[in-house]
């Protein structure tokens, strides 16, 4: 059972663009939503993270939003740069973040110059 | 200071032989997990220890996979009888405790010929 559903798959933006990638869960008792970015060859690093008792977080030009009554989140890129190209990780955890995470399926982001 | 390492950072096997992957987590980290990268299954969650707790290995895929924390500090994920599905980049993080947040590691690229 996917508990976390990320789309979409792949996405090409141009330089200075909005990127929006979408995640959906399942599980009321998460109660923590990170967003993880990775390179090619290295591990995922935390991007900007939420928790349900705010409905936005502005880390930058990395904002998510989030919908609790709809189950959904969202990161926005604003201004993308090539530099941002990676690939962009939802993920949601039980227990203040303090459990595994589940992880949606990854988002390939492009950004064009 | 330095981040988590793990070791090898890749490793090839036969089918059937043993491996074994290790884990430095980040120095004052409690909270130690393993998580397994690969195409088919994107990012899933191994096992997780949090202090001298009695680890959680509900995502362990079989017994063929176990995996330890000595001293509170390395951890080794050891797969016994490889098999070909078993190739994945296989992730290391540590948190700790309070945060939640995850800090992974390079990843170790297990390929079973």
């Known amino acids: 059972q996917q508990q976390v559903k990320q789309s979409p798959q792949s996405l090409i933006v141009q330089k200075g663009g909005i990127s929006i990638i979408n995640c959906a869960y399942e599980n009321t008792a998460f109660d923590y939503f990170p967003w993880y970015q990775q390179f090619p060859g290295k591990g995922p690093a935390l991007l900007i993270a939420i928790r349900p008792d705010v409905s936005e977080k502005k880390e930058g030009r990395f904002t998510i939003s989030f919908n609790k009554s709809a189950k959904q989140f969202s990161l926005h890129i604003m201004d993308s740069q090539p530099g941002d190209s990676a690939t962009y990780f939802c993920a949601a955890s039980m227990g203040a973040g303090r459990r595994a995470l589940t992880f949606g399926s990854g988002t390939r982001l492009q950004v064009q110059p | 200071g330095a981040g988590v390492s793990q070791s090898p950072s890749n490793k090839v096997t036969e089918k059937g032989k043993d491996v074994e992957l290790r884990c430095d987590p980040i120095s004052g980290h409690t909270a130690l997990y393993w998580y397994r990268q690969s195409l088919g299954q994107g990012l899933e969650f191994l096992i997780y220890?949090?202090?001298?707790?009695?680890?959680?290995k509900s995502g362990l895929p079989s017994d063929r996979f176990s995996a330890e924390r000595t001293g509170g500090s390395v951890s080794t994920l050891t797969i016994q009888r490889t098999q070909q599905e078993d190739s994945a980049v296989y992730l290391c993080?540590?948190?700790?405790?309070?945060?939640?947040?995850?800090?992974f590691g390079p990843g170790t690229r297990l390929t079973v010929l």
């Open positions: 993080a540590s948190s700790l405790a309070t945060s939640g947040e995850q800090f």
């Open positions: 220890f949090q202090g001298n707790s009695a680890p959680d």
